[in-house]
């Protein structure tokens, strides 16, 4: 059936709302729909052109859904070859390069500017436009012949179909990268885990090997963005005479540009820009491997031109590796706050991303096994988005290399270890005998989320147990100046004596969940020790509860209620908290927060918060009386979906329970005064 103008009229609307939105939530990175609303404006407009075939223009943002699989790749010369940087380590190495361009350009020109931009970690792609039309876009291959993946490409969101320019070019080529924000690999890999499916390694593969399938379906389903950095061939126009202003009139085309493109001269700029990038690398919304310093004039790079496939006029200066590959010295076993046992390689220190890493926790046997790491194997070391190292991979062992055991008896003090938990975790019996669990103890104590004791690390912990001026918690209270001027501590001095002592005596006022925290009862996290706190009202009536009334607390199950139960049945346990009030420990009543507009609902947090911990916003929706809970059900009233929310957010997809986003949760806790 022809359509009639009407609906004419209807799609050519949906398309322009839809291209606004992709250049909202792509370009501006300031979406005004949600995903949802996008997606019904998508299935509208889908819907009018698969009734209406002669409607679907070959621009369409449906086309994005991608078309048929192709058979084959098809290999496409380039007219001008992609070819690749040059890469520095140092500021010597990039004084070295700017020596290299002085010495070529004329001696009126020696004052050079740079554009200074991010070395995006993706896959180099080259896209083609006639008269400001996509036509196709190919890999870079060897350089000089790619393959056209323009089936994909044309799946991308962020990249233009039709370019915003009034008088477009005749010809436009432009080179970029390919790449998935970490958000969407996040996401995509917790999807694939859920089902069971096999992960990426990182935001890079799985971006390759999402623009190489033959079928668009898969790239269309997968979260690509594409980023523009330089134009190759321009016919039919007059393009600015710096990088800086092509990849503003790139923008203003449509193109999305990272936000980190910076113009300036000298080499004190670029160190500035490669320092400041570096710190804020973790933060970037994608991955990069270090930044890139590009000769400003077009003209003067036109006089530079080019030695052994790389721009003299422009270099990568790369960030230090952070992976790196050593040899396992010695498995040792460190004994925690419970007992716990944790594995720890000792490595032959190595540099890994600019730090010296020499220890790495193995967390527990399984992991071992599951990485097939043996004493004296070679492995590879990598720091991921997060500052702490691991052991990615064994490389090779030696023949006959003997693999880890658990030990029978404690490192430190010598008492029998017992399995727990399956055989899972390995625990120290020696308790309070046990030197290495009354040190962690002492530490968690006085931590920033327990007692808040500040300048009391472990360093001066250990010193005190040492010296025998504390042998638990409370003994803290009982420090004077003298006591620690006199105990002939290394280090420490008469202010350092004063400030501890101060510390210590602030910290005597405290709160009950804090306090009960800070005892470090198993299973008694801070939330938890919230709900005893807010059900019991004082630790009397808490230490005299047995098992069926402390299962009446939200968030104590069966297990935890028995830890707590036998925590405080033990006697040194009971004198240790006479000896705190002994010392003036108090705290304040129990705030009740006493409107609870969230009594009755349960809550559901799934993935990453970005503001509070998932803890930490547990604590405040106990507080406006909701059950805070770890599965999906029916019943959930809420749940909660931060960054990589997998398999509950399907749940509650599922099973039609109202989810909200971060922002949401905070601008209710704002409203409720608990931000
Ligand atoms: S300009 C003549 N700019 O780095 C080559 N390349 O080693 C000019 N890359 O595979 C390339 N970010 O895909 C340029 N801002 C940027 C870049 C960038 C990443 C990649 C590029 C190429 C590799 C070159």
Redesign the pocket.
Known sequence: MAASPEIVQKARELRQQLRYHNHRYYVLDDPEISDDGYDRLFRELQMLETAHPELSAADSPTRRVGGEPIPAFVSVPHVVPM???GNVFSAEELHDFERRIRDRLPPDSRDIEYCA????DGL?ISLIYEQGRFIYGAT?GDGTTGEDISHNLRTIRNLPQVLDFTEPPALLEVRG?VLMPRAGFLRLNAEAAAKGEKVFANPRNAAAGSVRQLDPAIAARRPLAFYA??VVRAEGVNLPQTQFEVLQWLKSGGFTLSDEIRMGSGLAFVEQFYEDIGQRREQLPFDIDGV?IKVNSLQKQQQLGFVSRE?RW?V?WKFPAQRAVTTVEAVDFQVGRTGALTPVARLRPVLVGGVTVSNVTLHNLDEIRRLGLHVGDTVEVMRAGDVIPKVDRVVSSLPGAMPVEMPCQCPVCGSAIVQEEGGVVARCSGDYTCEAQVQRRLAHFVSRKAMDIDGLGERWLVQLLDAGLVRNSADLYRLTESALLEAGLEGMGEKLAANIVLAIAKSRETTLPRFLFSLGIRGVGESTALSLAEYFGDIDALMQADVEVLKQVPDVGEVSAAWIVGYFSQPEHRELIQAFRDAGVIWKPVERHHVQPLAGQTWVLTGALTVFSRDEAKVRLQKLGAKVSGSVSKKTSVVVAGEAAGSKLEDANRLGVAVWSEEQLLAMLREQGLD
């Open positions: 070819l690749s940087l931009e991010l070395k995006l180099a870079r990268e950095y330089s890139v721009p422009a990568a």
